[in-house]
């Protein structure tokens, strides 16, 4: 129970006994026990009081603001990896972003490794005092096995959780990133206090993390949620999954970046074209272009919203949610793609079925991943701080 305890603290500080127990649906009796041992080894201390209900007031806990553990998160997408250390307050302590890897080339995996030792090397991070390195990627992969099914069993990415784990010694775990997107707006976002909701994660390509009865859905062998591959779009683009017509190659920021460049070689002028070329990640070129009024980005962006709503059309009749959530790079354009979403689910859903259904964008846009793979560790090795 001491782990539970303080993955509860974790992500909500400051609680008092009685929420404790009721989190957990346990006794205050057994809880108090815990709650006296973890204090003993200052794991946790006393904070402050709750508010008064009408008696005493509650002595309320947290965690131990003086312990140095840390929490390592390497997000991986297409084309770049980022790299953070963040404390038990779920604070970034120091990150590398944008760091550009492609996942194409045959050398992604040691372009990964070297630049975590570097990270780790130049952050002077202390090793002992790490709880563990959380890894996230697109693709089928099974936390279970640490495997990246996506990849031949040849491929250094096939298993690039071992090679990180035997590398650095640390307790290393992996998930897809959509999941651990999820994650993130589970614990931290606007999936809170949802029981049934659907987070989209909206980058190079379209993730999806499904939450039933506040729980990660992840089907049968652990791959639900390709929400990308569903047949929906009419080009009939071969998708980087080697099939065609995938919902991918329409409504995702690739596709809004790919349109765009078309239009600008084109002859239609965007300042999209200057940006590129200024910024490492082609996606905060285009956000950039967007938010400063460009209508050739504006209008693309538009593009993939409607499209990405008609997929969604298809998810509110299969799994009628109480929420849908757009996270990941692309809530950073909510403001944009919302309307553009909300139009085509009006013309593609039954309106009996979609009524009870919201969007949301979410405000931890592209710190969802992170937020999510650091999750990912504290779930799993937090007890690695109870001497």
Known sequence: MGGEI?????????????????????????????INTLLTKKVIVEKGYAASTGGRKAIQYMINEDLKYSIISIAIDQFYTSISSSNLKAEIISSHNNIPIDLRDRNATDAILEALDKFISTTQIVMDQVIGIGISMPGFVDSDTGLNESYHEESPLYNIRKLVKQKFSLPTIIDNDSRCIALAERKFGDAQGSSHSLVINLNWGVGLGILINDDIFKGTSGYAGEFSHIPLSDTLTLCSCGKRGCLEVEASISAAVRNIERDIKNGEYSIYDKLAKEYINKIDAL?????????????????????????????????????????????????????????????????????????????????????????????????????
């Open 287 to 387: 956000i950039e272009a967007a938010q400063i009024g460009d209508q050739v980005a504006i209008n693309n962006i538009g593009k993939i919203g409607y499209l990405l709503g008609k997929g969604i059309s298809t998810l509110i009749h299969i799994l009628n949610p109480n929420k849908i959530i757009i996270s990941g790079r692309g809530a950073e354009i909510g403001d944009i793609l919302a309307p553009h979403i909300q139009v085509a689910i009006n013309e593609y859903s039954i309106p009996k079925i979609a009524k009870k259904t919201t969007l949301s964008i979410s405000h931890l846009n592209k710190r969802a991943q992170q937020l999510g793979t650091t999750a990912l560790v504290i779930e799993k090795y937090i007890t690695n701080i109870i001497n």
């Open 6 to 34: 303080l993955r509860i603290l974790y992500y909500r500080p400051m609680q008092p006994i009685a929420d404790i127990a009721s989190s957990l649906s346990k006794s205050i009796p057994s809880v108090t026990k815990q």
